[in-house]
């Protein structure tokens, strides 16, 4: 099935961390924010995370519900939200409330067209691709009204693919970058004599960017 701007957006039954829903259901009258991430523990989404929860009270304000989704399960989701708790309170209060869909079949992930089929490298230890990062903005009649869908390494591309990085939320030039999970700690201590371990896959370091 091809979901398209003005497609109904499929219904759903799922476990969350907020419990079991109805997808349907759980938007009710609100707008929607369906957003995936590739898994859990990853260093850029620990940051989206964080940022998301901060903004809360915006989205609240608006009227729109936002619920995240993932190829892992319960148990992973809930260990995770507690580092993006402690990560994210680097910079300001960072309580994650918002649910986030356990998908370790990727059921949910297919009806969305969620999974990554190009990125070989984007798979779990059975070989199943993980979910890009794809946006769905959904509004109370359940008609998909927005979708963007960009890579897993999100960022700017050029200087990703350039110097193995890639960047946190609200990235700025002159900002801290994150260096790319693919990049040992043996290499990083060459590439980035001056990187930061603040979790075992989240490391940032400092970049001059001409």
């Known amino acids: 099935m091809s979901l398209r ?16 829903i109805k997808f349907h259901d759980w938007i009710g009258d609100s707008w929607a924010i369906l957003f995936s991430h590739p898994g859990d523990f990853t260093p850029v989404c620990t940051t989206e995370l964080g940022e998301v929860a901060r903004r809360a009270p915006d989205f609240a304000q608006r009227g729109v519900k936002v619920i995240g989704i993932s190829a892992n399960g319960l148990e992973e989701h809930h260990k995770w939200v507690q580092d993006i708790n ?32 190009q990125d070989a490298t984007n798979r779990d230890a059975k ?75 989240l490391r940032t370091t400092p970049l001059k960017v001409d």
């Open 5 to 20: 701007l003005g497609s109904t957006a499929p219904d759903f039954e799922a476990e969350t961390t907020a419990g079991r």
């Open 86 to 117: 402690e990560y994210g309170g680097k910079f300001g209060p960072t309580d994650v409330q918002f649910p986030i869909i356990a998908d370790e079949d990727r059921k949910i992930s297919t009806l969305y067209d969620m999974l990554d089929e």
């Open 127 to 201: 070989g199943l691709p993980f979910t890009i990062r794809t946006v769905f903005v959904i509004d109370p009649k359940k008609v998909i009204r927005l979708t963007l869908a960009y890579p897993a390494s999100t960022g700017p591309l050029q200087l990703g693919d350039k110097h193995r990085i890639t960047t946190p939320v609200n990235w700025k030039k002159g900002d801290d970058v994150i260096v790319h999970p693919s990049v040992t700690n043996d290499e990083a201590k060459t590439l980035f004599p001056e990187f930061t371990i603040h979790k075992p896959y």
